[in-house]
């Protein structure tokens, strides 16, 4: 099957860790997005990568990090600079064309101890 | 600036029947694209209607259409015959062109939907 695949589903962690937060797909899509939703609101834009080996920061970028060494897989770092981690991550994907639909997957819920 | 507003923070509909989501968008450019995307309590955002800024007819895909009003700038969601499982929040997101700096989707509050039998 093709899609968007998140892991782990539920992350715990205590402050002052960094973790990572996994995003694989197999849509052969060229853009990647992670997104950061807290309770009440809407998505915000983290990061976000056109093409392999390049990245943007989003709207809010700041105590994030990522990567995207191969196409299919778009990892979130979440760093100890980050003041207010918990939250619900979201990763997606698309084609490059502005029409094109940006597909989600089934995020990964955050919580810092 | 707020990009997207939806004013509804919660509606209730009765099973079978039709109910609208409003979406009011704010945006310069004449290129743009609108979402709809419903997210269950599962927490997964499933991609509903697109409909872009040049296209003459309202969106429809199975159930639900868009209610697009250029002038206006509203894209309202309109689902028909609801059903339980149409119970959700739903987001509207504004995507605009690459190249402007913004190559991502801007999403509204959500609704919250409450489909009740």
């Known amino acids: 099957d093709g899609g968007i695949t998140q892991s782990p589903k539920y992350l715990f962690r205590k402050e002052g860790q960094n973790v990572t937060l996994s995003c694989e797909q197999n849509l052969n899509h060229d853009a990647m997005y992670w997104y950061r939703q807290d309770p009440g609101q809407g998505l915000r834009l983290i990061y976000y990568?056109?093409?392999?080996?390049?990245?943007q920061k989003g709207d809010i970028a700041e105590g994030y990090s990522v990567s995207r060494e191969k196409k299919e897989s778009f990892p979130l770092t979440v760093t100890s600079a980050q003041k207010n981690p918990t939250a619900f991550y979201l990763c997606?994907?698309?084609?490059?064309?502005?029409?094109?639909?940006?597909?989600f997957g089934p995020g990964t819920r955050l919580t810092v101890l | 600036a707020q990009k997207i507003t939806q004013t509804q923070p919660g509606m209730f509909v009765q099973e079978k029947e039709a109910v609208t989501l409003d979406c009011t968008y704010d945006?310069?450019?004449?290129?743009?694209?609108l979402f709809w995307y419903k997210q269950p309590s599962s927490g997964e955002m499933i991609f509903l209607i697109y409909q872009g800024s040049y296209d003459e007819q309202n969106a429809t895909e199975g159930r639900y259409s868009l209610n697009f009003q250029k002038a206006r700038k509203s894209a309202n969601l309109v689902i028909s015959a609801s059903q339980l499982g149409d119970s959700a929040m739903y987001f509207c997101a504004m995507r605009e062109p690459w190249g402007t700096g913004a190559n991502n989707l801007f999403f509204g509050t959500g609704t919250r939907l409450t489909v009740i039998p």
């Open positions: 945006t310069s450019d004449q290129s743009y694209g």
């Open positions: 997606a994907s698309s084609r490059q064309g502005l029409t094109d639909t940006q597909y």
């Open positions: 990568s056109q093409i392999v080996n390049d990245f």
